[in-house]
């Protein structure tokens, strides 16, 4: 399953999809087969933490299988997989998308025909 996304909540979902569809669907290790696979847009997670945080966590990452695919930019998600910039693409049947917040576009599309919005639309 891939995240998209290598901040904090992407981390967090990935963490957390592994731990509870392991136990749900394998022999409940942290290794077993649930394929999680965090995509993040950066050359390194967590750019502004200090390097023992970022080492802390990649570490955590890894013992779990959590793999984490760094400068990937997503062109498409099918039915079947994540496009990637590169030219690769990830197998997926679900894909979470953990990225950056911003307001839906309707908000802006509303504030142009005159409803009233705050400066966070």
Do not use: Y
Not at 55 to 64: D, F, G, P, Q, V
Not at 66 to 83: D, F, L, P
Request: charged share 20%; with cysteine.
């Amino acid at each position: 399953m891939p995240i998209v996304g290598g901040g904090a909540a992407g981390i967090e979902l990935a963490f957390g999809m592994k731990a509870r569809w392991s136990q749900l669907f394998n022999d409940g290790t942290l290794t077993a087969s649930v394929n999680v696979t965090l995509l993040n847009s950066g050359e390194k997670l967590m750019a502004t933490e200090n390097e023992m945080c970022r080492h802390a966590t990649n570490a955590a990452l890894e013992s779990r299988g959590i793999k984490v695919r760094h400068n990937c930019r997503v062109m498409e998600v099918t039915a079947t997989h994540v496009s990637l910039a590169c030219g690769d693409a990830v197998p997926a049947e679900h894909v979470i998308w953990a990225t950056g917040a911003a307001c839906h576009p309707l908000a802006e599309t509303l504030r142009d025909r005159g409803l009233a919005v705050d400066d966070r639309n």
